[in-house]
């Protein structure tokens, strides 16, 4: 038997960052697919409350809103399977808190003219912080992730303690001076390591040099607002998830490559992120491709990062094995991704075979991935895509050379350039998805 208002509390789930939800079955499957969610059968739920029920519907209007704006009251009902009065007080609620308003009139055969739904993302922001271990940055959004402020970027320091001081002032900063941007909801943080499930501490984050590092709790007394942190990987994977509007879907599921200092992985399967016990999971980074191979930052040798991080290439073109856990020396900081792609469309051999070298190793990396998830989608994103032309037949054949039948060829790989700065996405979308998706509402008991 289910505890709670009923089975009728109880369906299907979602992960938003925040945890999982379940909506209410009676409006079916149909309802789910359009608001984006996948169904599966609930396990290890908590206990429902009244008024659980009404406010899981909420959260379904509000992600169809989102997805589908602009929208009328009508089509939202006949999405939801439910009737015209039930749709009529959810909107009425999310008007009065400002989540969505009424726009423009559309046409209409007979009767009534619709009016139609949209996002209230007006005087609303979040600030996107991405955190990276020598220049990080932060920008302000609106509550979808379109950017509101331009980016700003600045020297990472180190040590957590004076980056919470420096952060929070640079945060305070940004909002005093564009006060045109609203309410700030809340600061969204993306960091090159893992982060607990709690989300309140950064685990292991070997490129900055950080083990069980306090990070969001200081960071939000220091601000003054609510502060979510997440594995850059992860919150990528999260905003692509979250990017579907209209009548796309995200047709299965998905990986997202973050190619920069290292190497960050995405998983969403299920309609869910790939997260394990510990909030570790999807580090396919760190999967040995190679024994023998370079340190990785993690102090193994091998991992898949090693082999494909901007610093693994710049290290193959100028033939030096760099260790990731020292300082880099000036000569090979003042050389990026960027010049080495350069040089190779100049004719560089060596540059052109560096690059290759990289491409050849992202798909047999890819392929372990492929073989343990079988995507529909792969994203990547990072400074080696500006020369996708050439190297992205690299990668695939390598990918479809390990891939096992009948994944073979199946998955489609999709570059999402770096200007549309995916990472501060990832980070914004930290703060704004929890909005679309209702916290677990029942628990099984015997």
Same mark, same amino acid.
């Given at each position: ?41 609930? =396990? ?17 209007? &509000?992600? &169809? ?12 009902? /006949?999405?939801?399977?439910? /009737? ?43 600030? =996107? ?67 607990? /499930? ?26 003054? &607002? ?89 290290? /193959?073109?100028?033939?030096?094995? &760099? ?39 992202l798909g047999a990396g890819l392929a372990a991935v492929v073989n343990a998830v079988d995507p529909a989608h792969i994203y990547v994103s990072g400074e080696i895509t500006s020369d996708w032309d050439r190297l992205g037949p690299v990668v695939r054949a390598a990918l479809d050379e390990r891939t096992l039948e009948p994944s073979r060829g199946y998955a489609d790989i999709v570059v999402v350039p770096p200007h549309t700065l995916p990472r501060l996405r990832g980070a914004a979308a930290l703060v704004t998805t929890p909005a679309y998706a209702a916290p677990v509402v029942a628990r099984q008991v015997p």
């Open positions: 038997m289910w505890q709670g208002e009923s089975a009728h509390s109880l369906g299907i789930d979602v992960d938003t960052g925040a945890g999982d939800a379940y909506i209410n079955p009676d409006y079916g499957q149909n309802a789910c697919a359009a608001a984006g969610v996948h169904v599966r059968a609930p =396990a290890g739920v908590r206990a429902a409350r009244r008024g659980t029920s009404r406010e899981i519907n909420r959260q379904i209007a &509000l992600s &169809l809103i989102r997805m589908r704006q602009p929208i009328s009251r009508a089509d939202l009902a /006949r999405l939801m399977g439910t /009737r015209r009065s039930v749709v009529t007080v959810l909107v009425n609620d999310l008007i009065a808190e400002g989540r969505i308003f009424e726009g423009a009139t559309g046409e209409a055969p007979r009767g009534r003219k619709p009016t139609f739904l949209y996002l209230d993302s007006r005087q609303r922001c979040v600030v =996107a912080v991405d955190l990276r271990p020598t220049r990080s940055s932060l920008m302000i959004t609106d509550i979808v992730g379109e950017p509101l402020v331009g980016m700003t970027s600045f020297p990472t320091e180190r040590d957590p303690e004076r980056l919470v001081v420096e952060l929070a002032a640079r945060i305070r900063e940004v909002l005093d001076r564009h006060p045109e941007t609203g309410r700030c909801e809340g600061v969204g943080v993306v960091v090159p390591g893992m982060v607990d /499930r709690t989300g309140t501490r950064v685990m292991f984050a070997p490129r900055l040099g950080w083990h069980d590092v306090a990070f969001q709790e200081p960071l939000s007394a220091r601000v003054g &607002l609510p502060v979510v942190i997440e594995n850059s990987g992860k919150a990528c994977a999260l905003a692509q998830a979250w990017s579907v509007r209209g009548d796309s879907a995200v047709a299965g599921d998905l990986v997202f490559l973050s190619v920069s200092d290292g190497l960050g992985v995405g998983v969403v399967t299920n309609g869910q992120l790939l997260r394990g016990q510990h909030n570790a999971g999807g580090e396919f980074g760190h999967i040995p491709l190679a024994l023998e191979g370079p340190r990785c930052a993690c102090g193994a040798f091998g991992c898949w990062e090693a082999l494909v991080s901007n610093l693994a290439t710049v290290s /193959r073109y100028l033939g030096r094995e &760099l260790d990731p856990g020292k300082p880099i020396p000036p000569e090979v900081a003042a050389l990026t991704v960027e010049d080495v792609i350069s040089r190779a469309r100049q004719g560089d051999a060596l540059a052109d075979a560096a690059l290759r070298a990289t491409a050849r190793y």
